[in-house]
């Protein structure tokens, strides 16, 4: 059974940091991609950052230069640095996975609010 174990998520004072830790459990494989969106109440899922195989990163311009998206392979763990964080960074953080066009998986989300 896949499980995606999502953990990390609280709150934080704006300028804070929270690290995401994001681990895959039941696969046999190495997802092509991992990645985290967020959903903000009365928003649309978006993407934040993702990250292949090979390492490349991708990352939504509202959090250039603050978060950082990294993977274990060995662990098929992805995490997410999240530095310098804002109120409208106050959202549900899924972890998501994928291999190929036949496979991909959520986790089930944490909350990370941003707020004095």
């Known amino acids: 059974q896949v499980q995606l174990v999502e953990s990390g998520g609280g709150l934080v004072q704006p300028g804070g940091s929270l690290r995401l830790s994001c681990s895959a459990s039941g696969i046999s494989f190495r997802p092509d991609v991992m990645a985290w969106y967020r959903q903000a109440p009365g928003k649309q899922r978006e993407l934040v950052a993702n990250i292949n195989s090979g390492g490349s990163t991708n990352y939504a311009d509202s959090v250039k230069g603050r978060f950082t998206i990294s993977r274990d392979n060995g662990e098929n763990t992805v995490y997410l640095q999240m530095n310098s964080l804002k109120p409208e960074d106050t959202a549900v953080y899924y972890c998501?996975?994928?291999?190929?066009?036949?496979?991909?998986?959520w986790g089930q989300g944490t909350q990370v609010t941003v707020a004095s």
């Open positions: 998501y996975i994928t291999r190929g066009s036949n496979f991909n998986f």
